[in-house]
């Protein structure tokens, strides 16, 4: 490589790119490129290194007592430690020839001292490092959220009247209309007569209210094009100092954005989408205001706002969905005689893109369960039609399962507990993360109270089997060795995110903690002392790393046409992300370990 090449290259890799130019022809006079055969060992407890390893091409593994801990591919760079420390208490092997840039000790000790970034990289624990890294991957992503369309704010309808209407007909039009402007048509062109016009005219002492609309209206109306960009948007409000601008298609008004409503779409859209469902009057104009979601989660995922923070701010807007659905759904004697529920993610208030609906129906034991039925079954195709697709597992009101009395509940959870198969875990879990959003919610609560009471955590056997569950599936840990030889594709979500929720999930049950999100459970078993205080930073930011990749993905997904689901390519992923996913399955996989040690799994394993 030469000088320059050899720049550009240090500077794509984290945390070489945080050098000055100065710095790193610092890095560059002290690097040398190496060659080292496959099964070479590099770094063992008695092999202390003079040299920071920068991986070119090869993979290098790591071990620790002959488990694989973790993979070093192209970009990635070690072993700090060995050089800080002077130690080594694991062993680095090439898997495969291996070519790397080797920067000298004195080299990377001298950017150690003279950067402080650089410097507290390598000093984080691995829960920090997997914050910064997602920060910086947030901050590579602003450009999409800059590309935003002004058919993607919120335009009001116009409010029209003609050039010769009266004032006082005009803002009698406009009050019925709840509009803060009249557009006034004069042949071909628009004119605009704001609130503010009107109480300005009426304040300097013309009180002709039979005046002429045309004679105070404001002409032309600044226009653009719904398919041009809202920054364009927000030049025309700066330019002509101005509130409003007409939106058109194809050279027709079809609306009026205004500027509160472009700076709340830059800030966030939420509100607006929440006043439009409480706006709606029919289930069309509701199943509308909800398809505005995905560009919320667009914006707010563009900016880099925490996962945490997208997901508590759509399930918000679900649950204002799934209530106002019901409402219009079912009949006034029923509403108040049953709870509707949501379960899974949806009710750990952790789904944000649409993937399935795991919903239930508690009735009144009073109640005929049998008129309920119809109602359900058109709630569960309004919300497929609302973009919830259909659970694979039938988890749905549609289904009489999930459709019965309380009492009917009590029993079956009884019967979950006390003689479970397979099912019955998986259903008590789903059900365990339950919450009400419509109906009579005292239904749902004393449900959830019976479950810590009905449940024996001093039952070994039962807890053992249903902490089991987090073992479900493989962790891919040697995911990029293999990918490496194949185009195989991981599921994110068996692989990394239902381990950390259904172990959790387990421990909370032990432990009777009543918190409903994972991370707040994480924190609850962190007061209590169950895990301690860095394990539980690192399964929180592991959490919040497997999630951001995988709502990614399902973004990318949706703007190629294609249905979201869990999947992950590894060739769509950014160097930043690799990493970020290598460091999460790590800790997955240690936390799968603590879970088959606490609850003894390895006696039914």
Not at 336 to 345: K, T
Not at 475 to 487: I, M, Q
Request: with cysteine.
């Amino acid at each position: 490589m030469s000088l320059h090449e050899q720049e550009e290259f240090l500077k794509s890799i984290h945390p070489f790119d945080l050098l000055s130019d100065d710095e790193l022809q610092i890095a560059i006079k002290e690097i040398n490129i190496a060659y080292y055969p496959k099964d070479t060992v590099l770094i063992d407890t008695q092999n202390i290194p003079e040299h920071f390893f920068i991986v070119i091409k090869g993979v290098v593994i790591e071990y620790k007592e002959d488990e694989q801990i973790r993979e070093y591919h192209q970009k990635d760079c070690f072993d700090e430690d060995s050089l800080i420390y002077e130690k080594s208490d694991t062993v680095f092997k090439t898997e495969s020839d291996l070519i790397c840039y080797e920067l000298s000790k004195k080299g990377f000790l001298t950017l150690f001292e003279k950067n402080k970034e650089f410097k507290n990289f390598f000093l984080l624990d691995l829960a920090e490092k997997l914050r910064l890294l997602r920060e910086k991957e947030s901050d590579n992503d602003i450009s999409e959220f800059m590309t935003a369309k002004v058919s993607q704010a919120y335009l009001h309808a116009p409010c029209f009247a003609d050039e010769n209407d009266r004032l006082i007909e005009a803002i009698k039009r406009s009050i019925q209309h709840k509009s803060s402007s009249i557009i006034i048509q004069k042949d071909d062109d628009f004119g605009i007569i704001t609130d503010s016009d009107i109480k300005k005219y009426f304040a300097e002492g013309d009180c002709d209210i039979n005046i002429k609309v045309k004679e105070i209206a404001k002409f032309p109306l600044i226009t653009i094009d719904e398919d041009d960009f809202l920054f364009n948007a927000l030049f025309l409000f700066t330019k002509h100092i101005i509130k409003r601008v007409g939106v058109t298609k194809e050279g027709k008004l079809i609306g009026i954005l205004e500027q509160i409503d472009l700076l709340s779409f830059f800030a966030n859209q939420s509100h607006l989408v929440l006043v439009k469902i409480q706006k709606a009057k029919t289930v069309k104009e509701l199943q509308k205001a909800s398809l505005d979601y995905i560009n919320i989660i667009k914006a707010l995922n563009a900016k880099g706002v925490k996962i945490r923070y997208i997901t508590k701010l759509i399930s918000e807007i679900n649950t204002k969905i799934f209530e106002k659905l019901f409402e219009m759904i079912l009949p006034e004697h029923l509403k108040d005689e049953c709870c509707l529920v949501v379960m899974g993610s949806e009710g750990r208030k952790e789904q944000i893109i649409r993937t399935d609906q795991d919903n239930a129906l508690i009735i009144q034991d009073h109640m005929d369960k049998r008129e309920f039925y119809p109602y359900m079954q058109d709630f569960t195709q309004k919300l497929i039609e609302f973009g919830y697709p259909k659970c694979d597992g039938n988890v749905m009101v549609s289904n009489e399962y999930w459709c019965k009395t309380k009492s009917e509940y009590e029993k079956e959870i009884h019967r979950w507990i006390e003689y479970p198969d397979m099912d019955d875990y998986m259903h008590f879990s789903i059900f365990f993360d339950s919450r009400a959003v419509a109906g009579d919610n005292s239904l749902i609560d004393s449900l959830k109270e019976m479950i810590f009471d009905t449940v024996n955590t001093n039952n070994d056997i039962y807890m053992a089997h249903f902490a089991k569950l987090t073992t479900l599936f493989d962790t891919p840990v040697g995911f990029f060795s293999t990918f490496l030889k194949s185009s195989k594709i991981i599921d994110i979500k068996k692989g990394g995110i239902f381990p950390i929720v259904q172990g959790v999930r387990s421990l909370c049950l032990k432990y009777k903690i009543k918190a409903y999100s994972t991370l707040g459970r994480v924190e609850e078993l962190k007061k209590r002392g169950i895990i301690d205080e860095k394990f539980a930073q690192e399964i929180q930011e592991a959490f919040g790393a497997l999630s951001t990749i995988r709502l990614r993905s399902q973004l990318e997904q949706i703007k190629n046409g294609k249905t979201p689901d869990n999947l992950i390519d590894p060739n769509d992923l950014s160097k930043i992300q690799k990493d970020l996913l290598k460091d999460s399955l790590q800790i997955v996989n240690n936390f799968k370990k603590f879970i088959i040690h606490h609850f003894s799994l390895e006696k039914i394993l």
